[in-house]
């Protein structure tokens, strides 16, 4: 099985872990989370959803054992995302992203600081 194969109406969009998620845009349910059959050709035991974030959450908790234990921890610290799971999600999602712009930019600031240092040491080798 491979991403981007069709199975009962629905077009593989991520697999991992022997789970597949998938999305129709017909189907009245348009994403699905199964569970891949041992010869790894087939689906069972699929979860349908309407909100791909639902949908996402279910594929992430299923395929990585990790994922679930780890948001659990963060969503008992703050409580508010125990009522709206969704709004925790999203709200997860945006520090994600504010933590990978600040990991850019202090890889950037490495990098300048190399190059500064490089620059340093050929003056350095001259004089």
């Known amino acids: 099985m491979n991403i981007g194969v069709t199975i009962q109406g629905y077009v593989i969009i991520a697999i991992a872990n022997g789970y597949a998620m998938g999305k129709s845009a017909t189907a009245p349910s348009p994403y699905v989370v199964w569970q891949i059959d041992d ?24 395929a990585f054992e990790w994922f679930e234990d780890n948001m659990y921890i963060h969503m008992i610290e703050n409580e508010p995302y125990e009522q709206d799971l969704i709004g925790g999600l999203r709200s997860i999602r ?33 004089i």
């Open 39 to 62: 010869d790894g050709n087939g689906v069972c035991a699929g979860h349908y959803f309407v909100d791909r974030e639902e949908a996402e959450w279910d594929f992430c908790a299923r």
């Open 94 to 126: 945006k520090s994600l992203d504010n933590a990978s712009q600040l990991v850019d930019e202090m890889c950037a600031e490495v990098d300048r600081l190399k190059e500064r240092r490089n620059n340093d040491n050929c003056i350095h080798q001259r």
